[in-house]
């Protein structure tokens, strides 16, 4: 079965940084096309933060944390990473990826819909 496992949540500082981890394991012996991070603050809707394609060529990010966040992925390990600069107390939630084996148009790449393979998420708190 396929598993997704996060890692690197933490409690910071507002302005501070955090490097979140996803690896990749499981029955699947191919790479995820999208692997994509996807954040839930208590009462709100699970939200798209940032995807990105096996090729590594083309990433979208939210309007809320572009400039701010960087996704990266090591198609070796299986592994994706989401690098947060400059966090902001808004940035509190609980953040997951999630992995698709199936192409997703880039339109609909930060919908929670599309995707099958979820991890457990990792806690991410920024206290001003």
């Known amino acids: 079965q396929a598993q997704l496992v996060e890692s690197g949540g933490d409690s910071v500082q507002a302005g501070g940084s955090l490097k979140l981890s996803c690896a990749a394991s499981?029955?699947?012996?191919?790479?995820?096309?999208?692997m994509t991070w996807f954040r839930q603050a208590p009462g709100k809707e699970r939200e798209g933060v940032a995807a990105?394609?096996?090729?590594?060529?083309?990433?979208r990010y939210a309007d809320a944390v572009k400039g701010r966040f960087t996704i990266s992925r090591d198609n070796h390990e299986n592994t994706v990473y989401l690098q947060m600069t400059n966090l902001k107390p808004e940035d509190t939630a609980t953040y997951y990826c999630?992995?698709?084996?199936?192409?997703?148009?880039?339109?609909?790449?930060?919908?929670?819909?599309?995707?099958?393979?979820w991890g457990q998420g990792t806690q991410v708190t920024v206290s001003s």
């Open positions: 990105i394609y096996i090729g590594r060529d083309n990433l």
């Open positions: 999630a992995g698709s084996l199936w192409y997703i148009s880039i339109e609909q790449t930060l919908d929670p819909d599309r995707y099958k393979y």
């Open positions: 499981g029955s699947s012996r191919s790479p995820y096309l999208m």
